[in-house]
């Protein structure tokens, strides 16, 4: 299985634990390991929300993250993106 | 004469009562922390929306009918989804809450509701838990009085 981390900035609606998800792509992992997220995570159009930061075994995903593969092992991690200087 | 002020504030709602000599005092803070972008209370104070613009996460509405002991977030207006709207950067997205108002006594429960990009929500009858857009492209204003 797949392991999802949150962002705690999300423990009011996501668990601030490591979950399990089916492997697949990034969208249907965070929505399977807790579906409560989805307004939070997601826009009205169902894009990802612009300052939302997806990581996948270490690696940022900048474009089409929803749709990006998962093996088995993956590790993803939603966190918000900081901006600033 | 009123005796409960909302302030509605980048760090949270602020609540304040007034004293029978002291003027005013803050009674407590709901969401510590959280942009709160509108807030609307009924004339008995039982019950309270506020708006929320969470920033990384969005627009959120929340509703109290105990006079802020408890809280529920309820579905936030948004607009319908487009077609290939999750690939179009242009496709509309509500980005706050601007402006609520009571629809009237003849019509208990219903509301109105502005928001950022300009448009227009009605909730008839259930008191917030459903919205209904009623107009987009509103000239490009961000805050609205519904009267």
Known sequence: MA?????????????DV?????????????????????????????????HIAVFVDGVHVRRDALDHPLRSDSELYIMQALSGG | MANRLYVASRKGLLIYERGAKAG??????????????MVLASRDNRTIFAGLN????GTKLHRTTDDGASWTELPAPSFPKVEGGDKDAKAPAVSAIWS????????????????????????????????????????????????
């Open chain 1, 3 to 15: 392991k999802v981390i949150f962002t705690s900035h999300l423990k009011s609606v996501a668990p």
């Open chain 1, 18 to 50: 490591a979950v399990d998800a089916p492997g697949g792509s990034v969208g249907a992992a965070i929505f399977a390991a807790h579906p409560a997220v989805r307004g939070y995570v997601l826009d009205d159009q169902g894009r990802l929300r612009l």
């Open chain 2, 24 to 37: 005013w005092r803050h009674a407590t803070t709901a969401f510590r922390g959280s942009p709160v972008t």
């Open chain 2, 54 to 57: 969470l920033g990384h996460f």
């Open chain 2, 100 to 147: 609520m108002e009571w629809a009237g006594k003849d019509k208990p429960g219903a509301l109105w509701l502005g928001t950022a990009p300009a448009a227009l929500f009605h909730s008839s009858d259930n008191g917030g838990d459903a919205w209904t857009l009623l107009s987009a492209n509103l000239p490009p204003v961000n805050a609205v009085r519904l009267v």
